[in-house]
């Protein structure tokens, strides 16, 4: 017991230890036991589905040993299954129901009148040798130019009606000379032509046919012709007696003998435990290892951001299993790859992707390695891209490139090897387009699902950032017009906290956004806060006179911050931005006015509420507002030192303080941040030429 009791508490340390090995560290987010639990149920709802194919495995298989002797119990009739698949299999490879394309019809039209025209062209040129449409004989080339214009128009109009009948039954890439007899024979049937003007004539719709078609192959069709055959031919029936032997011990089991088997129900159906319990543990373990990757990757990450992970996995090995004759791994894998590391980053996404290739069952319907890899190298492309797309245009850009990618890499990686491991893969080109398409479409709809998931889930898209950080924003025009001095403090502060950012690689687009919306709750009540205050006014703290109520005013910027938040659905991310930027720093001015009138006065009675900074971005947001006022107000003939020093001291105050203490800021970062705001204060300082104004000219009285 004592051993058990020692033992737990170094798992764990382990664990956090684990948790918290980046560089820089950071505060890990606890999740509650009924996240737990709902995480735990969900990742054996997937390991169970996962290994739903061999609950239910049959004792006896067609070739292996029968273990018992079985004789018919009665008469029966049973369908041969092997059999009538068989028959199936045969008429799908050779059954197929063609239509007309008229689409390719009218284009043939169309280069019959163009050879028309060329023929006419040569009719008229009887000077010299003209090179024509098709290779005259002498008696043709006599005849071609010696009729008249009502004879050229009757022989085109022969032409157009036989070449409306041959498209009309259909042509199928027929040979030059098999053409040229199918015209013949139209033009001989109706008595049209005699002479050298059938033989032109033949010769010209040989010549404008040839290696053509105006066929198309309609699947609806087909399947159809295919199930009207079937059910016109007489089902393979095993006529069965009673009494009759069906297979005895120990011989092979005959695919017959399995179905007469199967009829009577002497087939049991179990659990299959050795691969049952391999495949269960696979899935299990598979869960486990994502959600501590995605864990360690992201320790801010939510338990509805890892339910959404594992519910993820159980609708694609729900797919999987429902169509498991048709399952593509590209539509499978690659759409919700491309949501995950939209919503939760690069890393988050391929582990999803490596668990559910992991988890993907033996080839079905001839998808082999050769696939699987395409679709694999196709979702770590779209995880990787992903976090760099600014926009929903770009993503949209990528839902059309991905499908293409994929159709390209299908095509020159499985059909340009004939023999082999990957030759044995290779599919038909309108597989692989129908695959693509699905592909596409899925990929459209991940497209149209994130901001719904952005909203269920809390995810924060990169493109849904760039949306928040857009000035035109509603909370943003409230800001701008009714608090206009915050706003420019609001300004001031991103262009410090960007700059913060990009020095030690944070998230600029982040702390962009929540530089922006930092300070909204002074929209409450923008006149109790000095930057808003018109010159010539009266502080309303001055009337207040209340040191006490002057920090519930401040404390109430705060709140009524988070209220907006929550009314305008900021992401939880940004929303941390506003009390965070503020911490639990000291209300200064306001705690020495209530210690001038008590002495015994508690600080933390003019504290902020926090919490403190727990990520490096709002842990820069803080000192940049701490610094933005002290910045602006240096004197011009400052110098670059000076400045440093100014804001070092007032960084130092904050830390000595413990506001950075769970921000992961280490001091080379802070440092490289303290760079950066002296570089944003040497261009806002910048001097300007002074450019001569010349005096007015006064006008003559």
């Not at 696939?371 to 797309?389: D, G, P, T």
């Not at 956004?513 to 923008?526: E, M, R």
């Not at 400045?643 to 950075?660: F, N």
């Not at 204060?681 to 006008?699: E, L, S, T």
């Amino acid at each position: 017991m004592p051993a058990s009791v020692v033992r737990l508490p170094t798992l764990n340390r382990l664990w956090q230890s684990w948790l918290r090995s980046e560089s820089p560290r950071r505060p890990v987010l606890r999740w509650s036991m009924p996240h737990k639990a709902a995480l735990l149920m969900s990742c054996f709802a997937v390991a169970i589905i996962s290994s739903w194919p061999w609950l239910f495995q049959p004792n006896l298989s067609p070739g292996l040993p029968a273990p018992f002797e079985a004789r018919a119990p009665r008469d029966a009739r049973v369908v041969d299954s092997e059999a009538h698949e068989q028959r199936r299999s045969q008429l799908v490879q050779s059954t197929f129901v063609q239509v007309i394309d008229q689409q390719e019809t009218t284009r043939l039209k169309q280069r019959l009148e163009r050879n028309l025209a060329e023929l006419e062209r040569v009719a008229r040129n009887s000077d010299a040798g003209r090179i024509g449409p098709v290779n005259l004989s002498a008696e043709e080339q006599i005849w071609l130019q010696a009729r008249s214009q009502q004879e050229r128009k009757r022989w085109d109009m022969a032409i157009r009606r036989a070449s409306e009948r041959m498209l009309s039954q259909g042509l199928n890439n027929l040979a030059l000379e098999q053409l040229q007899e199918a015209a013949a024979i139209q033009l001989a049937d109706r008595g049209e032509q005699n002479g050298p003007a059938r033989s032109l004539s033949s010769k010209l719709l040989a010549s404008t046919y040839q290696g053509s078609s105006n066929l198309r192959t309609d699947p609806a069709l087909s399947q159809r012709l295919i199930e009207e055959l079937i059910t016109k031919q007489d089902i393979p029936i095993i006529e069965v007696r009673r009494g009759d032997l069906i297979t005895s011990k120990g011989e092979p089991i005959s695919p017959r003998a399995y179905a007469v088997l199967n009829h009577f129900a002497l087939v049991s159906r179990g659990p299959e435990w050795g691969p049952l319990l391999s495949r269960f543990s696979t899935a299990l373990a598979g869960c486990g290892v994502m959600l501590l990757i995605m864990r360690r990757e992201r320790p801010c990450l939510e338990a509805r951001h890892g339910l959404l992970a594992v519910g993820l996995l159980l609708v694609t090995q729900a797919s999987k299993l429902w169509f498991v004759p048709t399952v593509s791994p590209l539509a499978v894998i690659v759409p919700p790859t491309l949501l995950l590391a939209q919503g939760l980053g690069t890393t988050c996404g391929l582990a999803w992707m490596a668990v559910e290739s992991l988890l993907w069952p033996m080839p079905v319907n001839g998808l082999g390695e050769g696939r699987m890899i395409i679709a694999c190298a196709i979702a770590a492309v779209a995880a990787i891209y992903s976090r760099r797309l600014r926009s929903r245009a770009q993503l949209l850009q990528m839902a059309f490139l991905l499908p293409l990618g994929a159709l390209l890499a299908e095509w020159l990686l499985l059909s340009a090897g004939g023999s082999g491991a990957w030759g044995r893969f290779a599919p038909n080109g309108n597989e692989l387009l129908s695959e693509a398409l699905l592909m596409g479409i899925l990929l459209m709809l991940a497209i149209l699902l994130i901001p719904i998931l952005e909203t269920s889930f809390g995810l924060l898209t990169r493109a849904r950032l760039m949306e928040l950080a857009d000035q035109e924003r509603p909370l943003l025009r409230r800001l701008s017009s009714e608090a206009p001095g915050t706003f420019e403090h609001t300004l001031m502060i991103c262009g410090l906290a960007e700059e913060g950012a990009r020095a030690i690689g944070a998230d600029v687009d982040l702390i962009r956004t929540g530089a922006l919306y930092h300070d909204v709750g002074k929209l409450h009540s923008p006149q109790w806060f000095i930057e808003n205050q018109v010159e010539g006014e009266k502080n309303p703290h001055d009337q207040l006179n209340n040191p006490f109520a002057s920090a519930e005013v401040l404390q109430a910027h705060v709140d009524e911050g988070l209220k907006l938040a929550r009314r305008y659905r900021l992401p939880r991310r940004v929303a941390d931005f506003i009390p965070e930027h503020q911490g639990t720093l000291k209300m200064g001015y306001f705690l020495h006015r209530a210690r001038e009138l008590d002495p015994s006065v508690a600080e933390n009675n003019f504290r902020y509420r926090g919490p403190i900074p727990r990520s490096r971005e709002t842990g820069i947001l803080m000192l940049a507002d701490g610094c933005e006022a002290c910045l602006r107000s240096l004197p011009p003939n400052t110098s670059d030192r000076e400045a440093h020093s100014t804001v070092k001291r007032i960084i130092e105050d904050r830390q000595r303080d413990g506001q950075l203490n769970k921000s992961s800021l280490s001091r080379a970062e802070v440092e490289l941040v303290v760079r950066a705001f002296v570089r944003v204060w040497r261009r806002m300082r910048h001097r300007r030429i002074p450019y001569p104004i010349p005096a007015q000219k006064a006008f003559p009285d």
